[in-house]
């Protein structure tokens, strides 16, 4: 519901319920008043008849105790001749203007009336009765349904020898006067038993008075109106009744009425003129109304406008109107206040969203969008793009509040910079990125910047110097979107923290390394289930035999797509992503089935596999081998395991232990790859190793190079004396060959004796193998 | 119109011989009659008649009432059929005396010391009087046919003289008994029997004569001019 409508409504409902309540009670009070007064008038009325009425009985009973003491009446009566007594009574009857006379005897048997037959009874007996009680009567009686002032007097001669009666009739006389004296309408009115008027006078015109009396005779003759005012059938009059006399025949009333319009025509008058104020009321609050809810409803429809717009993010000066209602103005007030507000925390929000909390440098989000804009402007420029090396171990070692701190005096140090360094950020937990507004930063400037950056921090009141490694991109020599530039850097970055170098410039062709990693890293693991992996078997010969004695199980990948995968190359991956578990799962399993598979074709072969860093840890492994044994009858001498000392040495007890527990179940461990890595004598000492494997890269060029002959003869003899077997791989030439034999190396592995090769040709080409000859030439 | 006996007064009577069975060997003494009304209040000045056997009538007489202060004295006069009754008027203003009773109907026009010639009752029955110049003056005259006929004293009672043996005829009369005066008690008597008689009083009582502001005017200059 609109405002306005509710308003008026409200105003309307309070105003039309005060007025009417007012109005009801203020015209109930008049109308009470009016027939309350109406009331008394007529009680007045009542009691002026009443009073007419005494005083015409006393007048006629004075007129007619004159005549009863009359001694020529009393001589006339005492003469009891009918004649003379009509005559009598007519003559005095006369002189008193009487309408109707009586004599009757002492009993009440008429002697004579102008009304009644003589000797019948007396007509008025309770007259009669109250006459001979107290000496006279008068009161009203009915005779033949007319009213009359009758008086009923003793004669006495000197005794009591009858009664004398005459009736006045009340008629218009009364009625007139009544009516003159106070203004009421009367009416005399006699029922007959039926309820019929029999005889009527009235100060109402005589139809009107006629239809009166037959309406309201019922409720007369049931006492209706005699004992309070009451409002006629039809609401014309108010009318109060007096009983003049009843008996059996007859019911005899003083009817007085007084005319409803006269009595409420004040009272209508100040009807019609409260309804008049009650309308121009009603007006004037309704235009009260509709102008105050306008005043009120239209700031209110500004200000919602306004704060719609707010809403949408525009920027309102003032609003208009509203100034003249205090709380509307508030309200403006407020919504421009809360305006500023919105924006103040927009703004910060914005800052925080774009900007790191700790450092307050433009964060990755902001630099993203910085580039994008300095590449629309088409001007070269460079990235460099920093990490804290180790600044784990610093948080580690220092807590997160120095590394905090560590973090914020780069920071500033960075801002520091002066041209040509544009900007700074901080992209990542440590690392920090610089623009610089030059397409190529020459080394001697950069080398200053960074030492500039390097000097040492006092964290915790010792010394840090803080090391830093970058990663350099150009645009546009390295790539024209921010993306690239950004994925690059972070490349060049990674290139520099893995050679542990302070600065590496990004080379073409990184990028597309980086993402074939992802792939394989990707594609890795749905190459097991793609049977994408396949297992290559490389011959090792025994050098005193010249038979074979083992292979050694490669694992090969031939991706879809990107073909033949090297297994340095993906088995390095699957270590670093944490997939070599699956691939040696299957490898193992694998091989155990293809030693099955070649002893039912009855070739009891041994197979060396390769075991990653995480194999070598896992306590687990040597009863999953031990299982796999079990369920495809295998012997300990089928399997060998080759393991690279780094892997070792990753977690050294845990590898000693599982290597200790794989060799007393019977395997055969050999060190692979010997002599590139850590070579240490002492680890290898306490490991349960039966065979060294020197490194192909010292063999391939034994029949060159001396320093190799030397490395691979003090090698094998220090091998030998701690009781170990030599494996050399990398034989590629009969040279070689005889040169290992000559230096007592106990196995060969090499192209010379045959390359890697698919499970389902070993049997073939074992079956066609002809035992090698090597020459046992000494070398010196 | 002499009326006789009413039914009404049956108990009396036969209470009135119950006690004359009782009482008939008692030695004959003068009987004593007590008159009230049913309330026991002695009545003065009612007439009592006795009706016996005798040779001789009543003798008849001539009395006098007398007007004196506007007032008839005495106010209960009983005579013997057939006697007369002079009106002195012993009063300073005349007096119009008349009488409408059926007993005897006259009118003595105003008369002031010449008292008018007597009247003469040859009827019997109750003679009301009247004055028409004094309304409040009246007086009644019991003309009686009976051997023995008077008036009861102040205290109600009268003595009767000594009767025959036996029992009579009594008739009680006062003027409060009915307006129409001539409504009596009747019963019967012996002559030894004391016997009260109740009165049942239907008379309309009459109005006490008290002086009109204009009576009182005319009085006190009666008085004055004498």
Redesign the interface.
Same mark, same amino acid.
């Given at each position: 519901m609109r405002f306005r409508t509710r308003l008026t409504l409200v105003l309307l409902t309070v105003v039309i319920i005060s007025q009417l309540a007012t109005g009801v009670a203020f015209l109930r009070a008049t109308q009470n008043d009016a027939l309350a007064k109406g009331n008394q008038r007529l009680e007045v009325g009542a009691r002026v008849l009443d009073q007419l009425l005494d005083i015409r009985g006393e007048q006629l009973r004075d007129n007619v105790g004159i005549l009863a003491?009359d001694?020529g009446f009393?001589?006339a009566?005492?003469t009891k001749d009918t004649g003379t007594l009509y005559s009598v009574l007519a003559n005095y009857g006369d002189r008193a203007s009487a309408d109707m006379v009586m004599l009757s005897d @002492?009993d009440g048997n008429v002697l004579a009336s102008s009304h009644h037959e003589q000797n019948s009874a007396m007509p008025f007996p309770g007259l009669f009765q109250r006459a001979?009680q107290t000496?006279s009567g008068v009161g009203v009686v009915i005779d033949n349904g007319e009213p009359y002032e009758f008086v009923l007097l003793?004669v006495?001669?000197?005794? @009591?020898?009858g009664w004398v009666g005459m009736g006045f009739l009340i008629n218009e006389s009364v009625t007139e006067e009544i009516n003159a004296l106070t203004g009421l309408e009367i009416s005399i009115v006699t029922y007959d038993a039926n309820g019929d008027v029999n005889y009527l006078v009235s100060s109402h015109q005589e139809q009107l008075a006629m239809s009166l009396m037959n309406d309201t005779g019922n409720r007369l003759m049931e006492g209706a109106y005699t004992t309070r005012h009451q409002m006629s059938l039809d609401n014309d009059y108010l009318s109060y009744a007096s009983t003049l006399m009843a008996n059996q025949e007859y019911q005899s009333f003083a009817l007085i009425q007084l005319s409803r319009d006269e009595l409420l025509s004040a009272y209508s008058r100040l009807q019609w003129q409260l309804l008049s104020i009650v309308a121009l009321m009603l007006l004037l609050t309704l235009a009260v109304a509709l102008w105050s809810a306008r005043s009120i409803s239209k700031p209110l429809i500004a200000l919602a406008q306004a704060a719609k717009l707010i809403g949408q993010g525009e920027r309102i000066e003032r609003i208009s109107s509203g100034s003249s209602v205090k709380e509307t103005h508030q309200l403006a007030t407020t919504l421009l206040s809360m305006q500023e507000d919105i924006a103040k925390r927009e703004a910060t929000l914005l800052h925080q969203s774009r900007h790191d909390l700790l450092t307050n440098l433009p964060n990755r989000v902001s630099a993203f969008e910085d580039l994008q804009r300095f590449i629309q402007t088409g001007k070269p420029f460079t990235l460099l793009r920093f990490s804290i090396t180790d600044f784990r171990d610093i948080n580690d070692t220092f807590g997160y509040e120095l590394g905090d701190h560590l973090l914020v005096t780069l920071a500033h140090r960075l801002q520091e910079l002066p041209s040509p360094v544009m900007k700074a950020y901080r992209l990542d937990g440590d690392e920090l990125m610089l623009v610089i507004g030059q397409a190529d930063l020459d080394r001697r400037r950069r080398e200053a910047m960074m030492e500039q950056i390097s000097e040492p921090i006092s964290l915790d009141k010792s010394l840090i110097m803080p090391s830093l490694s970058a990663g350099e991109v150009s645009y546009p020599t390295h790539g024209d979107s921010a993306h690239l530039l950004l994925r690059r850097s972070d490349i060049a970055l990674d290139q520099a923290r893995r050679h542990r170098r302070s600065h590496e410039r990004y080379i073409e062709g990184q990028d597309e390394q980086h993402l074939r990693q992802l792939m394989l890293i990707r594609d890795l693991q749905d190459a097991v289930d793609n049977g994408e992996l396949w297992m290559a078997y490389q011959p090792k010969m025994d050098t005193t035999t010249g038979n074979v004695c083992q292979f050694e199980a490669l694992m090969r990948w031939r991706h879809p797509t990107l073909g033949f995968v090297p297994p340095d190359e993906f088995i390095g991956l699957a270590e670093r992503s944490g997939n070599i578990g699956l691939l040696s799962d299957w490898m193992l399993a694998h091989v155990c089935e293809q030693l099955h598979l070649w002893k039912c074709q009855g070739h009891h072969l041994s197979v060396a596999i390769n075991l990653s860093a995480s194999d070598v840890i896992d306590p687990g492994l040597p009863m999953h081998i031990h299982e796999l044994f079990e369920s495809y009858d295998l012997t300990p001498d089928q399997l060998a395991l080759e393991v690279t000392e780094s892997a070792v040495m990753q977690d050294v007890d845990a590898a000693t232990e599982t290597l200790l527990a794989l060799s007393q179940m019977g395997l055969k461990i050999a060190v692979d790859d010997y002599g590139t890595g850590y070579s240490s004598l002492a680890q290898i000492k306490r490991l349960p190793v039966d065979e060294l494997k020197i490194d192909k890269s010292f063999v391939l060029k034994l029949d060159t190079q001396q320093e190799d002959l030397t490395i691979v003869r003090s090698t094998i003899e220090m091998g030998h004396l701690l009781g170990l077997r030599i494996v050399a791989e990398g034989v590629e030439n009969s040279v070689s060959a005889d040169i290992l034999s000559q230096l007592r190396c106990d196995y060969l592995q090499g192209y010379w004796i045959s390359k890697p090769m698919p499970a389902d040709a070993i049997t073939g080409w074992l079956e066609a193998f002809q035992p090698l000859q090597l020459s046992a030439a000494s070398i010196n | 119109m002499l009326t006789t006996c009413k039914g009404r007064r049956h108990p009396y009577s036969l209470w009135a011989l119950g006690c004359l069975a009782m009482m008939a060997s008692l030695p004959v003494q003068a009987a004593t009659v007590s008159v009230t009304d049913n309330a026991g209040i002695p009545l003065e000045n009612a007439v009592i008649e006795v009706y016996y056997d005798t040779s001789t009538s009543a003798e008849t007489l001539t009395k006098n009432i007398v007007q004196r202060d506007a007032a008839f004295n005495p106010q209960v006069t009983t005579i013997p059929t057939g006697s007369y009754v002079a009106f002195p008027n012993e009063d300073t203003t005349r007096h119009h005396v008349f009488s409408f009773s059926p007993a005897k109907t006259f009118n003595l026009e105003l008369f002031l010391s010449e008292t008018p010639p007597p009247v003469h009752f040859e009827q019997a029955g109750v003679v009301v009087l009247g004055c028409n110049i004094h309304d409040q003056m009246q007086a009644f005259i019991v003309v009686s046919d009976a051997p023995y006929a008077a008036l009861t004293n102040s205290a109600g009672t009268l003595e009767l003289p000594e009767l025959p043996a036996g029992s009579h005829r009594m008739r009680v009369w006062h003027s409060r008994m009915d307006d129409s005066q001539t409504v009596w008690w009747e019963g019967e008597i012996s002559d030894a029997d004391n016997t009260t008689v109740a009165l049942t009083l239907n008379a309309i009582p009459r109005q006490p004569p008290t002086l009109s502001p204009l009576q009182q005017r005319f009085q006190n200059a009666t008085t004055h001019s004498h």
């Open positions: 003491e001694f009393k001589s009566v005492a @002492l001979q000496g003793p006495r001669a000197p005794n @009591l020898i | -």
